[in-house]
């Protein structure tokens, strides 16, 4: 059963850093887009990065690029979201996903782990 479970989330102050991890287990993930998505309170499910698992080509949204950054690690099956100058806007609940088609659409993330709970402090 293919199973996606993040860590890493937390309270932080404003400007500060989190890594979030994203453990992938179930099957083989190289063939797979990675995402990583976040929800605040009434508002829509965001993406705010993704990589294609083979060759690692990235791409990210407007709101995170240049603060965020998505990488992998092969032999742990795990892909990390690296987010630095945190702002209070960025307090959410943070998904990773896996899609099969790239670029990805939100449609196309058929598998998701539970969430962690990011909170950034000013």
């Known amino acids: 059963q293919v199973q996606l479970v993040e860590s890493g989330g937390g309270l932080v102050q404003a400007g500060g850093s989190l890594r979030l991890s994203c453990a992938a287990s179930?099957?083989?993930?190289?063939?797979?887009?990675m995402g990583w998505f976040r929800q605040a309170p009434g508002k829509e499910r965001e993406l705010l990065a993704a990589m294609r698992w083979s060759g690692g080509i990235t791409s990210y949204a407007d709101s995170v690029k240049g603060r965020f950054t998505i990488s992998r690690d092969n032999a742990k099956n795990t892909v990390y979201l690296q987010m630095n100058s945190l702002k209070p806007e960025d307090t959410a609940v943070y998904y990773c996903?896996?899609?099969?088609?790239?670029?990805?659409?939100?449609?196309?993330?058929?598998?998701w782990g539970q969430g962690t709970q990011v909170t950034v402090s000013s």
């Open positions: 996903a896996a899609a099969s088609r790239w670029p990805p659409r939100l449609a196309d993330f058929g598998v």
């Open positions: 179930g099957r083989t993930f190289s063939n797979y887009v």
